[in-house]
């Protein structure tokens, strides 16, 4: 692939899209992974149909040609649907796809009034390896993957229910209640993101009042579990190092010692002996 790295806004990695295939999906992370950080415009990129990846269940739906074409056509009828607060705003995708079929290619050239999402981002910005995207077999996966990224720098963030809903533009029988949210929608996509891609996340629903409303995700969780315990262990044979260091010494100097010292040798052959003669 061109490009390995994706890299957007916060404001359009948490956007409110909707999505008929991953392919829409695939062919905006395609386009986005080809802007360069030195581009000060957008250009008209060309991605090979062998670049997308087909589903499982999409196998045998048609030609990739077929595929990207109706992903494409879907794309230009929608807006991307971005908040601010009480306010927001609305965006066309692309301002043309065209297909070559010489090359077995598409040409796509993202809308101007995107440039401030895609050029020169210096703060506040999300960046994933495309890669890692392109693998996610699901519309759920994807853009729960992109959003969560965007906390790249947070050790966890709370997203209340209503807000990942839009995000996500759940169909009406998952907002039934948090369980089908939960059974149709978190579970599958939190397996195929932390087994297929490098983030690792925990996840839990809070309440408020009767409801869940908001959902804490708390990333790395088993990365930072491991490292704790890690250095518990760490801790733990160094203390024992020097607790041997200390009761070294007190027998070679024939438990005569005097010494003033502050080191921490010292310090815990002094802490044992007053527990001693206690």
Not at 76 to 81: A, C, D, G, S, W
Not at 178 to 194: D, G, Q, S, V
Not at 246 to 272: G, T, V
Request: charged letters at 30%; a positive charge.
């Amino acid at each position: 692939m061109e490009g390995s790295i994706v890299k957007k806004s916060n404001a359009i990695a948490r956007c409110k899209l909707s999505a008929d295939s991953i392919y829409e999906q695939q062919l905006i992370a395609l386009t986005a992974a080809r802007i360069r950080c030195d581009d000060e415009d957008f250009f008209e990129y060309e991605i090979q149909l062998s670049e997308f990846k087909k589903s499982e269940d999409e196998k045998t739906a048609g030609s990739t040609q077929a595929l990207i074409k109706k992903a494409s056509k879907s794309l230009m009828r929608k807006v991307i649907e971005i908040k601010d607060g009480k306010n927001w705003a609305m965006y066309n995708v692309f301002t043309k796809v065209r297909y070559e079929s010489e090359h077995s290619a598409i040409h796509v050239q993202f809308h101007p009034d995107l440039k401030t999402h895609y050029l020169d981002l210096n703060k506040y910005f999300t960046q994933y390896p495309l890669i890692e995207y392109m693998s996610l077999p699901s519309i759920y996966s994807q853009k729960l993957y992109e959003m969560l990224r965007s906390y790249d720098d947070q050790q966890d963030a709370v997203v209340s229910v209503k807000e990942l809903h839009d995000i996500l533009q759940t169909k009406s029988h998952a907002q039934r209640s948090y369980a089908e949210f939960n059974r149709r929608i978190l579970k599958p996509a939190h397996k195929h993101i932390t087994e297929l891609t490098s983030l690792k996340y925990e996840y839990e629903p809070i309440k408020k009042g009767r409801k869940y409303a908001e959902i804490r995700f708390t990333f790395g969780y088993k990365k930072r579990e491991k490292t704790k315990a890690k250095n518990q262990k760490n801790d733990a044979k160094k203390n024992n190092d020097l607790f041997k260091e200390s009761l070294k010494c007190w027998n070679e100097k024939s438990n005569q010692c005097d010494s003033k010292s502050q080191s921490q040798k010292c310090k815990i052959c002094r802490m044992a002996h007053q527990r001693i003669n206690l």
